[in-house]
């Protein structure tokens, strides 16, 4: 019987457990792994799952990609890409672009390269093409206002044609050409016709500057003007023998081969 009762002891032996034979029942030490082990451990495997399976489909990382560039594109083809993309767009502001079509992207935020998950709003500034101003009414006005009436309209004074009758008053603008009323892009010139009554030995005086020597020469003999005293001055931000200044201001009325003096250009 004793030898009967000993093997059925080692028989409960062996079949206790690993964690019977290093964590006894009622010891501390399974207290502690109850209360503090077994919660830390599920704490962790559900950090893990969490950190690595959940949040990424939460948060979508993995699915960042760069920004392609839309600038210089229109608006409707930038569209195609944004909704191939999975990404929104809106127009944060539209702005007049001389040279640049109209409904052409000019700038977008966030910049081309930038890492962008799907569903980001991308905002674009899109061009208003060139922006056209009517031509103010310039007839009846003497040769310098209607040039500050140009200025404040954003043109620019072009070519002075004059006629000679005695039934117009002298010394203004006849008419413009274009015609007052007409729009036109901003920054264009604008020819004016003036009377000068009777004929006369007047002339006024073109604008020179930013033109090389001989092309100022030949347009003031156009004039029937002459070129006076040439200085020269030093200044390496333009080509040699360029017009810096003159003598007369743009627009002036001049007697006929008045001699007009110049500043140049030289690197030397």
Do not use: C
Request: negative net charge; charged residues 20%.
């Amino acid at each position: 019987m004793d030898i009967q009762a000993s093997r059925l002891s080692n028989r409960g032996r062996k079949k206790s457990g690993f964690f019977s034979q290093y964590f006894p029942e009622g010891s501390l030490k399974r207290k502690l792994m109850s209360y503090i082990g077994f919660p830390l451990i599920i704490f962790l495997i559900l950090f893990l799952i969490v950190n690595s399976i959940v949040m990424p489909i939460i948060t979508r990382h993995g699915e960042e990609f760069h920004l392609p560039d839309f600038t210089t594109q229109r608006l409707i083809e930038a569209q195609m890409g944004i909704s191939d993309l999975n990404l929104a767009y809106e127009i944060s502001s539209e702005e007049y672009s001389p040279g640049v079509d109209k409904g052409v992207i000019l700038n977008q935020f966030p910049l081309a390269g930038t890492k962008v998950k799907e569903g980001r709003v991308v905002k674009f500034v899109v061009s208003l093409g060139q922006k056209n101003v009517p031509i103010p009414q310039l007839s009846g006005l003497s040769v310098r206002q209607a040039m500050l009436d140009l200025e404040t309209s954003g043109l620019e004074l072009g070519e002075i044609a004059w006629a000679f009758s005695d039934t117009l008053p002298e010394k203004v603008v006849v008419f413009s050409y274009p015609n007052a009323g007409v729009e036109i892009p901003l920054g264009t010139h604008v020819n004016l016709m003036v009377n000068r009554g009777r004929a006369s030995n007047f002339t006024f005086m073109p604008g020179l500057t930013g033109l090389t020597l001989s092309e100022a020469t030949a347009l003031l003999e156009e004039k029937s003007l002459k070129i006076g005293i040439v200085t020269k001055r030093t200044d390496e931000n333009y080509l040699p023998e360029t017009v810096l200044e003159q003598s007369e201001a743009e627009g002036n009325e001049l007697d006929v081969f008045t001699e007009i003096d110049l500043v140049i250009s030289t690197t030397e």
